[in-house]
């Protein structure tokens, strides 16, 4: 099934750091995140450093095009962390000269100063997370914010200079009403983000409320929701990119599109993911160890190197970019994945005609309806690749 294998000098380039502490878990949450609201810094920055050593290598002379700091939460450590390594990052690998720098922040551990620090080393976008500006489903989920502290987040955000804000907010919480949600989103687009995640309260394993699940909004309720607030965010001229992601024209989340590109990403930090198309075209998937003890004496935290095989970066290319309302170009396939796209018109001219998936001006997008099983979409898309390989 293989056509000539991708070139990584081709590939964009983008560098994830995870900061694996947060001051409190939250009861929803599955994220790498462990409580210390005092986190060591100073031993951490070490650590990256020295795990910035063999991801430098793993760049092989390419520069970052964005870097995303998440967590966790990040806001937890000092800007000067972040101005050492960053110029560590630039110095050992090298920042395009727009690079997008994103730091996940909570409203709970944040500051004006911080702020300040933040923009001075270099960040150049926010991602706050507010989640709901309702007091009590705030209560409800744990955070260690109310509205209040939110709102002044976006204020110290503005004032330190960010033009680039996100704002992560979820719905169908416990005991939530389609208008409450819809309220919280309006309250929301009032604080003047240019982006915003608007995410489905899923229950994980190996959560609290896994555990002990909280009463949730039933499927018809989210579904109505949803359509409602998609037509409020376009009011408010956002335009729906990704399936839980909205932007104002050229706002879209560069790193997201990245990944969601079937792009290259170095990981650095406890149990950060990363993808690395090596010079020989074989695309390898790797992630960092994840307990922070363990990470901060390693002397080497690379976990877990795997190699894909044809099929699986068929179906990653897949899972990824039919993620994106726009969809994949079909030129884009091959060169990504080193495969025939030719080998699965039979399948995919099927999801065409069962109305999932739509074949035009050379990119392939699911439909509304496709969206909504994004998962049997994907599902359909194995079966046709294992008949090819
Ligand atoms: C990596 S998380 C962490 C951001 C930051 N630590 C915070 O919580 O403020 C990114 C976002 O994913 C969303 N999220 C986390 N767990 C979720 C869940 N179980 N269901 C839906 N969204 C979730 C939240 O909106 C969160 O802000
Ligand atoms: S603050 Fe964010 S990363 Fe930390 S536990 Fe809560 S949701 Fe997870």
Redesign the pocket.
């Known amino acids: 099934m293989t056509s000539p294998l991708p070139d990584p000098a081709k590939l964009p380039l983008s560098l994830y750091i995870h900061v694996p502490w947060?001051v409190r878990k939250?009861p929803?949450?599955?994220?790498n995140?462990h409580e210390n609201a005092d986190p060591p810094e100073q031993t951490y920055l070490e650590a990256l450093l020295r795990d910035l050593d063999t991801e430098a290598a793993r760049a092989d002379g390419r520069t970052l095009q964005t870097i995303f700091i998440?967590?966790?939460?990040p806001s937890l450590m000092s800007a000067h962390f972040y101005d050492r390594l960053l110029a560590a990052i630039d110095d050992r690998i090298g920042l395009a000269d727009n690079a997008e720098i994103t730091l996940?922040?909570?409203?709970g551990a944040s500051d004006q100063a911080r702020f300040d620090g933040y923009r001075e080393a270099g960040i150049n976008r926010l991602?706050?997370?507010v989640?709901s500006l309702d007091a009590d489903k705030l209560a409800a989920l744990g955070r260690i914010h109310d509205p209040q502290q939110a709102r002044d987040a976006v204020g110290h955000a503005r004032r330190a200079g960010f033009e680039r804000i996100n704002l992560?907010?979820?719905h169908g919480l416990p005991g939530q009403t389609s208008q409450q949600a819809l309220d919280d989103l309006a309250r929301a687009l009032d604080l003047g983000p240019d982006h915003l995640?608007w995410?489905?309260?899923?229950?994980?394993p190996n959560?609290a409320?896994w555990s002990r699940p909280p009463a949730l909004p039933d499927p018809d309720q989210i579904a109505d929701t949803e359509d409602a607030g998609f037509a409020l965010l376009a009011d408010a001229g956002f335009r729906r990119y990704e399936i839980s992601a909205f932007a104002h024209p050229d706002q879209a989340c560069r790193h997201n599109l990245n990944y969601w590109q079937f792009g290259d990403y170095l990981a650095l930090g406890a149990g950060a993911h990363g993808k690395i198309t090596g010079a020989d075209g074989r695309i390898c998937r790797y992630q960092k160890t994840r307990q922070p003890d363990h990470y901060l004496n390693a002397l080497d935290p690379t976990r877990a190197m795997q190699a894909l095989s044809p099929a699986e970066r068929a179906l990653e290319f897949f899972l990824n970019g039919l993620r994106l309302i726009d969809g994949v170009a079909r030129a884009s396939y091959a060169p990504r994945t080193g495969n025939r796209l030719d080998l699965i018109s039979e399948d995919l001219s099927q999801l065409v005609s069962d109305g999932l998936l739509t074949d035009e001006n050379g990119r392939l997008a699911c439909t509304a309806l496709g969206i909504r099983h994004l998962n049997s979409v994907l599902a359909r898309l194995e079966q046709g690749l294992a008949r090819h390989s």
């Open positions: 947060c939250c929803y949450c599955d994220f995140s998440g967590g966790g939460t996940e922040a909570n409203p991602s706050i997370g989640q992560d907010l979820m995640s995410y489905e309260l899923t229950l994980e959560t409320f």
